[in-house]
């Protein structure tokens, strides 16, 4: 499959402990978006990716929340401290600089 | 402040009826926009964007700057279409292309 892959799927964590997710794009893709969402919502924008910079942060992306693209290739989202508030599905997608966004299957955090 | 609306939450037809899920955007610059699908168990998919002016599984959707709406329309809906829509607008002037998402509208065509 050479689409956009994340990992884990699925996440159970009890309040207050730190989470990692991961995210692999589309090899040749150089932009690298996060969102979230939650029950009801469409996807809602959390931090964008150019290559290894991340050039671009929302007002939902609090001091717990880091973003890393080390090498421009895969990504990792870590949230610390977790809390219940955060339990949601994370989507990472992936473009050229045509623009068109494809996502991975997200991955389903639960905070207990 | 940038935003999507879709009005509808749940949209039901029957097999044969045309369909029209609504899209309204606020945006004060060169709008894009987009409709995803996301089928169940699904990833979300790009079905079609405005500039683009393809028609996917037999949708449309033209971009009306009066009216500031991306309505999405197919003239005889199948059983196949049942998923969830959601409209979304993107930030040309951003560094990225961040998208703006509507809540989503669940499309459901019974026999």
């Known amino acids: 499959d050479t689409g956009v892959s994340q990992d884990p799927r699925h996440k159970i964590t009890k309040r207050g402990q730190n989470v990692t997710f991961r995210c692999d794009p589309i090899s040749e893709h150089n932009r690298l978006y996060w969102y979230r969402q939650t029950l009801g919502q469409g996807p809602e924008f959390l931090t964008y990716?150019?290559?290894?910079?991340?050039?671009?942060k929302s007002r939902l992306l609090s001091d717990r929340f880091s973003a890393e693209r080390p090498k421009g290739s895969f990504s990792t989202l870590e949230i610390q401290r977790t809390e219940q508030g955060d339990s949601a599905m994370y989507l990472c997608?992936?473009?050229?600089?045509?623009?068109?966004?494809?996502f991975g299957p997200g991955t389903r955090l639960t905070v207990l | 402040a940038q935003r999507v609306t879709q009005p509808e939450k749940l949209l039901s037809v029957f097999k044969g009826a045309p369909v029209e899920l609504k899209c309204n955007y606020s945006y004060s610059g060169s709008p894009e926009l987009f409709w995803y699908v996301q089928y169940s168990r699904q990833r979300l998919q790009l079905l079609l964007r405005h500039i683009s002016r393809e028609s996917i599984k037999g949708f449309t959707a033209d971009l009306n700057k009066g009216e500031t709406s991306f309505h999405l329309k197919k003239p005889f809906a199948q059983e196949e279409d049942s998923a969830m829509y959601y409209c979304a607008l993107s930030l040309k002037n951003q560094a990225g292309t961040a998208l703006i998402f509507g809540k989503g509208t669940t499309l459901s065509v019974s026999s």
């Open positions: 997608a992936s473009s050229s600089p045509r623009g068109e966004q494809f």
């Open positions: 990716f150019q290559n290894e910079a991340q050039l671009e």
